[in-house]
DNA sequence: GTCTATAATCAGATAGAC
DNA sequence: GTCTATCTGATTATAGAC
């Protein structure tokens, strides 16, 4: 494997757990195996290895996300379940592309949003926006009377309790096996997830009373 | 103004903006204008001043959150969007605590899960285990349908919307600002996730098709 | 491309004068 | 309690030999 891997993949996982600040390229070179200097020699900086860390996800599951958004779209009267769960496929698939692909993906999504003052939004919102635009289309789709102002806010809403769950994944799937010794895998926290935030989106306009 | 709390002022403020990996103590009293050295002096380590500040909001914010969920926990048939609606007031009146206190709080707790790897969880746990306990008590008088594990994970979904809208709450509300012009408060904020988050947590059991 | 060595900077913490 | 000065160790980044 190459050197340019090896360092894209221990960093990959250190990022997961300790965050893009809490990482130092030490840890992350001497966890490849390779020298301290290959780091700047191969990607310039700390910040270029991350944006090249995110990339080669994202290159990844894009196209994935756009067709079946497209294919969401496509439908009569798509739902918002039908929605959200377009997306379980794609992530889960990550597990082919890499050991635990799926959790360490979306914890460095978290990541990229919390510790880097808007640096990750930034960069997914220019460089993919196409992912973005289907999807805003197949929720609109799929409930049309929701405002561009609340959908602007649910699914925000949204993305921070996919984020947020993953990004802490690991400690809860940990507190979930000792308190009710129930071994959640990634696939069925997807799973579980899916109806509440789809009903989430769903709430009536203007105030639930559930 | 007291040295102790012109360092906890500014580094309640800096830690809600950078985390507090990101937040170095040189710049903590810099801003406080006061000598580097009074940080040790008066907390003796980062971390200690990391507690300090979290317990500040802690200790204003427990009583009044256990009062309202135990006045919620007291009727016959309490209502999900009544039970998340009770945090809502001992949250805002954290803004007569301090400027900026609700998004201020909120912002640290969300620092406080993914910076530094479980502490804050433990921290809370530990030290403020009533106001955990009489919350599920409280939704689980709402909706007593809900098994012990679904609830584990749909009260982690809630705070993950929660945490992590407040966290990002800012730059969102420049966001929306510009693409909407809509100048929205924490307060509106407020009043528009409690539907999100009650439905999500009275989806229906076992898959909602919405 | 890979290495050693080191520069330049910044971190948290402390000793000791006042 | 507050200050200056400094220690110790870690950080990113780079220069230059091989």
């Not at 894009?62 to 929605?83: I, Y």
Request: aromatic share 10%.
């Amino acid at each position: 494997m190459s050197t340019k891997n090896k360092i894209l993949d221990a960093a990959e996982d250190l990022f997961a757990v300790k965050g893009f600040n809490g990482t130092s390229l030490r840890e992350i070179t001497s966890q490849a195996e390779v020298n301290l200097a290959a780091v700047n020699y191969h990607f310039g900086s700390k910040k270029e290895l991350i944006k090249a860390v995110m990339s080669r996800y994202m290159n990844e599951l894009a196209p994935n996300l756009e067709k079946v958004l497209l294919e969401v779209c496509e439908q009569d009267k798509p739902t918002l379940t039908q929605v959200f769960s377009a997306f379980a496929e794609p992530l889960l698939s990550l597990n082919d592309f890499r050991e635990n692909g799926t959790s360490n993906f979306l914890q460095l999504l978290g990541r990229g949003y919390t510790d880097s003052q808007g640096f990750l939004r930034w960069f997914l919102t220019t460089q993919y926006p196409n992912v973005i635009q289907y999807f805003v289309d197949a929720v609109h789709k799929a409930y049309p009377e929701l405002s561009a102002e609340e959908m602007f806010w649910r699914l925000h809403f949204t993305m921070g309790t996919i984020v947020f769950t993953m990004s802490s994944s690991e400690a809860l799937l940990d507190i979930a096996k000792s308190d009710f010794n129930q071994d959640v895998e990634i696939a069925s926290l997807i799973e579980q997830v899916i109806p509440y935030i789809a009903a989430g989106v769903a709430a009536p306009v203007g105030g639930a009373r559930t």
